[in-house]
């Protein structure tokens, strides 16, 4: 629909405007038919795994963070708010299953949808930046052992978790605007409804890309470069520090290969796509 202040515009401008618009969206259209039975399948597969597995080991961690930890200590807060997020996304899976498995036919209500695809960057986001304070308290545990207790508090972790929790759902609300629409006879979800959802799901998937995954994945980079150097520093001076510099490196490894194997390949194929998940 054409701007009310563009009324008095020639009708060759407008009906090249219409046209662009025709042409988007007729080869989003296109696009979008040729790559749904393979995304349909793929995604069918990847949450039929993902979402026992995910809610089962997030629900025992949750456990036994809340339960069966005596001591409170920042890297339980972190690792608490860290399991929330996944069960928090793991409880969005079976209505994406439903979706898929009925050929990208959405049955249930608008608010519902939009609340899918919030809570998926709300989830996947606060996830990351979890993993990256994790690394930052190891880091400064490692390099400032005399100052790490005073300097990290669970006080402090607490708010710096509703920190990122409000930061990123902040963030999160331009995806709240896309909805439910119609595309070939059926009412589609997790899609683009228009030229103008498309452009703004484009500029919040890089300003993600760039704060939710490169500087995250950088600072943990930083952090565990810092770390390796000094535990090889100090590692043939204190023998008993064996110990912990292995729970240190097995930390490293997971963490590295959460992003590495997970987040990584998302945000390649986000780069390169640029539509909603």
Avoid at 69 to 80: E, G, I, L
């Amino acid at each position: 629909m054409t701007a009310p202040w563009f009324t008095s515009q020639p009708s060759s401008v407008t009906n090249a405007s219409d046209l662009f618009e025709t042409g988007i969206s007729q080869s989003y259209n296109e696009t979008c038919s040729s790559s749904d039975s393979f995304k349909f399948l793929a995604y069918t597969f990847t949450y039929c795994i993902a979402f026992p597995v995910g809610l089962l080991c997030n629900i025992v961690a949750l456990f036994v963070f809340l339960c069966l930890t005596p001591k409170k200590s920042a890297n339980t807060v972190f690792t608490t708010n860290l399991a929330l997020s996944d069960i928090g996304f793991s409880l969005t899976l079976p209505f994406r299953l439903v979706y898929y498995l009925r050929g990208g036919q959405w049955d249930f209500p608008d608010w519902l949808c939009r609340w899918c695809i919030f809570s998926f960057y709300l989830n996947l986001y606060t996830s990351v930046l979890f993993l990256t304070g994790l690394s930052v308290l190891r880091c400064i545990a490692v390099l400032h052992p005399m100052r790490n207790k005073s300097l990290i508090t669970v006080r402090r972790a607490t708010r710096a978790c509703l920190g990122i929790w409000a930061f990123v759902a902040i963030s999160s609300v331009p995806f709240l605007f896309s909805g439910i629409n119609e595309r070939e006879g059926k009412i589609r979800c997790f899609e683009p409804s228009g030229l103008g959802s498309w452009k703004r799901i484009l500029v919040m998937n890089y300003v993600a890309l760039t704060f939710g995954f490169l500087l995250p994945f950088l600072t943990i980079l930083v952090c565990y470069s810092s770390i390796m150097r000094k535990l090889i520093k100090n590692g043939r001076k204190v023998k008993q520090r064996k110990t912990s510099k292995q729970r240190a490196i097995r930390l490293m490894a997971v963490i590295l290969a959460t992003f590495l194997l997970c987040f990584l390949p998302y945000h390649v194929w986000k780069g390169k796509a640029s539509f909603s998940p």
